[in-house]
């Protein structure tokens, strides 16, 4: 008898008040990498109306303009009274960039943090490695049901709202606005994907078109182009703008944070999440740069054909440099035993924070490839921890 479910995963959009935010902290972690690689960030931005603002520790040789990046990626994202120029639709949100209200907090990077981050030896330190920014778990995750070994839900999910923002930016549907999120429902039969049970699109709209007219725009320029045809079915359920007007939106109809919305940028819940965010932080944080070393290992081992799924799971203590555990689950679809899995990891790829830092060439501007549309599973960007150049190297040792 077949094991069937019904699994859902979500994106969002760059206009989405909480991805602007996002987008924000990693331009300004972008700007600092750009004049100073080792500088260290720690950047929060909040949206709301037409205020926005920056909070955080950053400590860093380079200084930067504040102020000037915050309107420039503001306006890069579409919030921009100048994108309806010459179109027949108006531009009527409050949120604009030449209009936004600036705010910013930004202090020094704690000096106890420092000292244990830091590779020199400090009282009472355990080491003069440098040491893993935080605590915490972090996780990466692989299945070979997509061809970037994404679940499948979340990348339907991120082509729709990577087109969809396409569609907006070259003007080809020039009604669009900014703020939209997708959702996908899939049904997998013995665990693997099988159709379409259902999509949400979800977007922001000037207010000259009516729903009608948007319904039956984005079935036929978007869903029924970007989702593969053979997943989509007679009864796949199709809710587009479900609310019906989606005129006001972004931040003012929604206040914003960076780091809220960690299940889209990672594996649409389909893998387990540590629960550090990712924007704003610089790689010394391994919240970050540890859950891009555990998607590169579990990436590599489904590619390698060792497991058709791999979660990979690490635990840091602050200050320390090795990690205190690491954990891999094939859920019951490995081809070694998990136990040769592990020993070649840890003989393959080394953890601690400098290693990563080193291996993955993190000291560089490349977060804000990363931002939009899923830290992973983005062959197109150019990160190098979606890069499966490890596979020889593990079949080495596995045969």
Not at 342 to 370: C, G, H, N
Not at 372 to 395: C, I, Q, S
């Amino acid at each position: 008898m077949s094991n069937s479910f019904i699994f859902s995963s979500e994106s969002v959009t760059e206009g989405h008040p909480d991805k602007v935010c996002d987008t924000v902290s990693d331009a300004i972690l972008d700007a600092f990498l750009t004049l100073d690689p080792n500088a260290r960030v720690a950047c929060e931005t909040f949206v709301k109306d037409n205020n926005i603002g920056l909070a955080g520790e950053i400590s860093s040789v380079a200084s930067i303009d504040y102020e000037a990046i915050m309107e420039e990626t503001i306006r890069e994202i579409g919030y921009d009274a100048a994108y309806a120029e010459g179109t027949d639709y108006t531009y009527s949100c409050n949120f604009e960039a030449k209009q936004l209200n600036k705010l910013v907090f930004i202090g020094e990077q704690s000096p106890e943090i420092a000292q244990g981050v830091d590779a020199e030896a400090a009282d009472n330190k355990d080491t003069d490695e440098q040491g893993a920014g935080d605590q915490g778990i972090m996780f990466g995750y692989a299945t070979n049901e997509t061809p970037e070994l994404m679940p499948a839900p979340i990348a339907y999910s991120h082509a729709l709202s990577k087109e969809l923002t396409r569609l907006r930016k070259e003007r080809i549907l020039p009604w669009l606005r900014p703020d939209a999120k997708t959702q996908v429902s899939v049904e997998y039969v013995d665990n693997k994907p099988t159709r379409i049970t259902a999509v949400v699109v979800s977007t922001m709209h000037a207010q000259e078109i009516t729903t009608p007219e948007i319904r039956e725009i984005i079935k036929a320029e978007l869903i029924e182009k970007v989702l593969p045809a053979e997943m989509l079915t007679e009864e796949t359920e199709y809710h587009i703008n479900p609310t019906g007007l989606f005129i006001i939106g972004g931040p003012e109809g929604d206040a914003g944070l960076t780091g809220r919305k960690i299940i889209v940028d990672t594996y649409g819940g389909a893998g387990r999440h540590g629960g550090g965010a990712f924007s704003g932080k610089d790689p010394s944080k391994v919240d970050r740069s540890a859950a891009y070393m555990c998607r590169w290992v579990a990436k590599n081992i489904v590619a390698a054909g060792y497991a058709q799924r791999c979660e990979l799971q690490v635990a840091y203590a602050i200050g320390y440099p090795d990690p205190v555990s690491i954990h891999i689950d094939t859920f019951g679809t490995n081809t070694v035993s998990e136990e040769s899995i592990i020993a070649a990891v840890k003989e393959t790829f080394s953890f601690k924070p400098a290693d990563i830092v080193k291996e993955l060439d993190l000291l560089r501007p490349i977060y804000r490839q990363s931002t939009n549309y899923g830290h992973f599973g983005r062959e197109d960007a150019g990160l190098p921890w979606e890069e499966t150049n490890k596979v020889e190297a593990l079949t080495a040792i596995l045969g």
